[in-house]
């Protein structure tokens, strides 16, 4: 049977009852409306792949670009001692005005989305409290990708319920710094917390930053957003489900394609955080060169210059510095590609713009060079254990329908299942195997780790160049062969970061044990 029909017909299955599904709110999902070059889906009984290509046309809240970029809004720290950041972090449920003239309920972190920008600096020591005001709904905080204890890191295990606070602490050790983010983790609540809002941005900074301040250092966090006609954000729809949640605008600090000006012969150095659900950013800043600095976990060796354009899966995140030679505009825009889209309604990837940059006839003030080297990152060494992971997708026939499952290792996530069991300070080899249709981006709570190589059909590519990272593509076809170390003891989560994917099962617990 041809792929796509047999999709189809999964689906329509699952509408009238798959257990993997049940989780996935049905409401809105009535009607057939703009659903036009769908043939074949008939007696569906509804769905709403909710991409502009699909919608009537003039029916969606059109969003205000042009705005000049805003900065994220802090998050003050209300510690007197030095070395200390403490506050509170409210999730709780708030009206935003995203477009003109329509209110938007959303959930915010003390409000806003994106969430507060936390700022600390290597040595410090954090005390986060989350405030828990959602209606009904457990949540907890993850600091993605650093380096904090088992049981202060959020994981689902640990939910806080509605209207508790639970107060996480932590120490940031030297060498740590770079651009970190935080979200919920709640059990079978994760991807509609963060599409409704519920991320930011965590910088640590290094207590000695070896790029020269006069590049400046400009963050731009990318969510996703899709809006119905009311101004209210529609809920999952089944290819949400098998695709992950992509939404209608990509914002920027939680603008639409808002305008940074800067004089010509500028160099600036941003900080790139893909915090959408399930969006992969192929981008470049026009034809402006790029030198990239830093990835998931902090600076490299030596900048990388020469790069045309950067992939970003969800949750990925890169630091680049850009120059702006000539007066004009360069746009920051994505640009195609293929990650696998199962069904209908593939969004579009290219050409969607994201931030205009109008370069100025000032002349920028010459900055000095970028220094040779960045930082020291270790060799982790030989490994002395290896490990084999396939993720696979499924449709089975059950009792009461089809099902739709995504796996690791041929299961399901079990939160009262260890998957794996590893020792503190050990290296260990992990081999990522993509038997699926379409990518998956994989993600290991608790330390960050080096990309070894990559293989597809018998060729293998090494990285160019050595990087921590805590989040990876797998491509479909594609296996990954990485290396890491887990030096605090506990339960650790490894998962696909599309949400949706994480929500309907491909995820699993690494104990460490010391
Ligand atoms: Cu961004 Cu399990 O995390
Ligand atoms: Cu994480
Ligand atoms: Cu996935």
């Known amino acids: 049977m041809n792929r796509r029909s047999f999709l189809l017909a999964g689906t329509a299955t699952l509408l009238a009852g798959g257990r993997a599904m049940a989780q996935m709110k049905m409401d809105g999902m009535d009607g057939m409306d703009g659903m036009d070059g769908m043939e074949g889906m008939e007696g569906m009984g509804g769905m709403h792949a909710g991409h502009d290509t699909m919608a009537m046309p003039g029916s969606l809240p059109v969003l205000p670009e042009g705005a000049p970029l805003r900065d994220l ?18 999730a709780e449920p708030a009206i935003a005005r995203i477009a003109e003239g329509l209110d938007t309920p959303i959930l915010g972190y003390n409000g806003d989305s994106p969430g507060p920008l936390i700022e600390v600096t290597e040595g410090e020591r954090v005390k986060i409290t989350l405030a828990n005001r959602l209606s009904g709904q457990e949540s907890t905080i993850h600091w993605h990708g650093m380096p904090v204890p088992a049981d202060q890191d959020g994981n689902p295990m640990d939910p806080v319920a ?19 983010w935080y979200h919920p983790h709640p059990h079978a609540k994760t991807a509609e917390q963060v599409y409704r809002g519920l991320a930011g941005a965590f910088l640590v900074k290094p207590k000695l930053d070896p790029i020269p301040a006069a590049y400046g250092d400009t963050l731009l966090f990318f969510t996703d957003l899709r809006l119905a006609a009311d101004g209210t954000m529609p809920e999952n729809t089944m290819v949400d489900a098998m695709n992950g949640r992509v939404g209608d605008h990509v914002l920027v600090n939680g603008q639409k394609n808002p305008v940074l000006t800067v004089p010509a012969g500028t160099q600036r150095r941003f900080r790139l955080f ?10 470049a800043f026009g034809d402006a060169p790029m030198t990239i600095v830093g990835t998931d976990g902090g600076l490299l060796e030596a900048p990388v210059p020469g790069v045309k354009d950067i992939l970003l899966g969800p949750a990925e995140r890169m630091e680049v510095i850009v120059a702006f030679d000539k007066p004009g505009t360069a746009t920051l825009r994505t640009l195609d590609y293929d990650r696998g889209w199962m069904g209908p309604g593939r969004p579009k990837d290219a050409g969607i713009e994201l931030l205009t940059i109008a370069i100025s006839k000032t002349n920028a003030e010459p900055v000095p060079p970028l220094p040779a080297t960045l930082r020291p990152i270790a060799d982790l060494g030989a490994a002395s254990v290896s490990r084999r992971f396939v993720f696979s997708e499924t449709m089975a ?13 041929g299961v399901s996530f079990d939160m009262n299942r260890v998957d794996v069991v590893s020792k503190t300070g050990e290296v260990e080899l992990w081999e990522l195997v993509n038997q699926a249709d379409m990518d998956h981006p994989f993600h290991v709570h ?25 989040t990876v593509n797998l491509a479909r076809g594609e296996t990954v062969r990485i290396l890491l170390r887990q030096d ?11 949400l949706e994917h994480e ?7 690494v104990d460490v044990r010391a």
């Open 503 to 509: 929500q309907l099962g491909m995820m699993g617990i």
């Open 397 to 409: 026939m059950a009792a009461g329908g089809m099902e739709m499952g995504f796996l690791i290792n």
């Open 274 to 283: 893909n915090a959408t659900n399930a969006r992969y950013l192929r981008l």
């Open 162 to 180: 509605a209207g508790d606070d639970r107060t996480y602490s932590f120490d940031l050790p030297e060498g740590s710094a770079g651009s970190y």
């Open 488 to 498: 605090r003891p506990g339960p650790r989560m490894y998962h696909c970061h599309i």
């Open 446 to 470: 608790g330390t960050q780790f080096q990309l070894v190589e990559t293989e597809r059909d018998g060729k293998v590519a090494k990285p160019p160049f050595r990087a921590w990272k805590d």
């Open 73 to 90: 809004q802090r998050l003050v720290n209300r510690a007197a001692e030095p070395g200390l950041f403490e506050a509170t972090l409210t």
